[in-house]
């Protein structure tokens, strides 16, 4: 499709099990953000590459994450010995470019995590 | 830290009611504003957005924001709903030097019939 993909759209785990969620940006947005989303919350910023490389990764909350987006395009968001309060919605966005220029983020429809 | 506060967290109106949602964020200098919008079962979209120049701006489906910097507001207003305006409402920020977006809490727009 032409949008931002994110993949598994649910996923429920056990507390201390490691996941991957992945997404896969819009073909030739070199942009692409992490964010997570808990009930009723806004989207909270976790980290952004431009290209291979994350350019800020101020956000993630501990070294239990971490993300990768080896060759620019698909990105892998890994999350080690989860914890129920890491349960939320996490959002993938993707950007062409510098978000500084357009100022739009496109949007995947999210993986819901639940740590049981 | 920059922040983004949206003080009305669910607002209910009748159809043809006026919005205006409020948006106040935290920084002095020059920012980067932005309404985003998620309607139910559907991913975050942009509505409007400020970079500069006039102060009120338009964006798509009749939905308009002012940008007043006096205030450190950015409130966004509709003078008519529809019921298929039903959604969350999202303000946020871009500041100079960082490369993302801060977003607000988050307003819930009912819109009854």
């Known amino acids: 499709g032409a949008g931002v993909s994110q993949t598994p759209s649910n996923k429920v785990t056990e507390k201390g099990k490691y996941v991957e969620l992945r997404c896969d940006p819009i073909?030739?947005?070199?942009?692409l953000y992490w964010y997570r989303q808990s009930l009723g919350q806004g989207p909270e910023f976790l980290i952004y590459?431009?290209?291979?490389?994350?350019?800020?990764d101020s956000g993630l909350p501990n070294d239990r994450f971490f993300a990768v987006r080896p060759e620019g395009s698909v990105s892998t968001l890994k999350i080690q010995r989860t914890e129920r309060g890491d349960s939320a919605v996490y959002l993938c966005a993707s950007s062409l470019g510098y978000i500084g220029l357009t100022g739009e983020l496109f949007f995947g429809e999210g993986s819901r995590l639940t740590v049981l | 830290a920059q922040s983004v506060s949206q003080h009305n967290h669910h607002v209910i109106l009748s159809e043809a009611a006026s919005l205006e949602l409020g948006c106040n964020y935290s920084y002095g200098g020059t920012v980067n504003l932005f309404w985003y919008v998620q309607y139910p079962g559907q991913h975050l979209q942009l509505l409007l957005k400020?970079?500069?120049?006039?102060?009120l701006v338009k964006g798509i489906k009749g939905f308009e924001a002012e940008f007043i910097k006096s205030k450190f507001s950015f409130n966004l207003r509709k003078p008519s709903v529809q019921w298929s305006d039903t959604a969350e409402y999202f303000c946020a920020v871009k500041t100079p030097r960082a490369d993302k977006l801060i977003f607000g809490t988050g307003t819930r727009l009912q819109v009854f019939p």
């Open positions: 073909s030739g947005h070199t942009a």
């Open positions: 590459f431009q290209g291979t490389g994350a350019a800020d």
């Open positions: 400020y970079f500069s120049g006039d102060p």
